[in-house]
């Protein structure tokens, strides 16, 4: 099997993952950035398609890390208890990312021609940013039951 035929079956299952998140997101603002995520996870499996049949893809840019900040913003201390019961989901979802940018990274050098080269890269750097709206989505949700305020701990990040 080659190293597109895999991408292309880790970015469906991401999709259909990311996809079974937002049907059980408990508000509004978790489901649009699940709903964004497998919808990125659809583009990257239409470019990986496109360079399994050598041609260059089309390339569209994800704004999923920019649109979920601003929704963490409008989070509040309820919205992040509705959704501890969901942090070993997202963390699974970590895996996953990790997983697919392991994967692209090893296979870099394998790949022919620039072109490929280059647009398996911007994927990687996606999925890292998607990486990191995850990790975020984890502290966020995570905290409230982890959070421990005492002096002893000494010089504490802002909560």
Do not use: C
């Not at 392991?102 to 072109?115: A, N």
């Amino acid at each position: 099997m080659d190293i597109f035929t895999i991408a292309i079956q880790l970015e469906q299952e991401g999709a259909k993952f990311y996809e079974e998140l937002a049907a059980h997101a408990t508000t509004e603002g978790l489901k649009t950035i699940f709903t964004m995520l497998a919808k990125d996870e659809k583009n990257h499996e239409k470019a990986f398609t496109s360079l399994k049949n050598k041609s260059v893809p089309a390339m569209v840019p994800s704004s999923v890390a920019d649109e979920a900040q601003a929704i963490f913003k409008q989070f509040d201390k309820e919205t992040y208890l509705k959704e501890a019961p969901q942090v070993s989901m997202y963390e699974k979802a970590l895996e996953i990312e990790q997983k697919s940018i392991d994967l692209y990274t090893s296979h870099l050098d394998d790949l022919d021609s620039d072109e490929a080269r280059s647009a398996v890269k911007r994927i990687i750097a996606e999925e890292k940013k998607h990486y990191e709206t995850l990790e975020e989505l984890v502290k966020l949700v995570s905290r409230p039951q982890r959070w421990v305020e005492d002096a002893e701990f000494g010089v504490r990040q802002d909560y």
